[in-house]
């Protein structure tokens, strides 16, 4: 069984209160929820996580590698300024898509670029919720190619 790991950063559990007009209605539960039913359905064996601090993530990233077949990340304000957390997903063994719920560049300048992105094989932003069962299946999928 196909094991993937999805975490989430800063203030992504304030979904639903945190700028509605620009990640949606549907708060953090919602999410989870709709990632749960997706990797239900199809399977798929999950762990999430929601962490704020950089240490944290960084840390579940790391004891993921090896356990886990993929990852889902969504690093959050993260993905501009963290070199810890693309070298923690650089150092993964396993595919990597990195997850935006707004499309990032419809927003500020500085949202438009992700340092992150290296460490990742496919990004995904503007797709709402939707981009997190994109995320999962294309991992399926590299691994599926890759056996």
Do not use: W
């Not at 304000?77 to 499309?103: K, N, W």
């Amino acid at each position: 069984m196909t094991r993937i790991t999805v975490l989430n950063g800063p203030s992504l559990n304030m979904l639903g209160v945190r700028e509605p007009e620009v990640y949606g209605p549907d708060d953090y539960a919602s999410l989870c929820e709709t990632i749960t039913s997706f990797c239900k359905k199809n399977g798929i064996q999950l762990e999430i996580f929601q962490f704020d601090l950089q240490g944290e993530i960084v840390r579940a990233i790391n004891d993921a590698s090896g356990i886990s077949d993929g990852l889902v990340i969504n690093p959050g304000g993260y993905s501009h300024t963290s070199v810890a957390v693309l070298d923690a997903m650089t150092a993964f063994r396993g595919p990597v898509v990195e997850v935006h719920i707004s499309q990032i560049h419809n927003r500020e300048d500085f949202r438009a670029r992700l340092l992150t992105a290296r460490g990742a094989d496919v990004v995904i932003s503007g797709a709402g919720f939707a981009g997190y069962t994109s995320a999962i299946h294309i991992i399926t999928d590299i691994l599926r190619r890759k056996d």
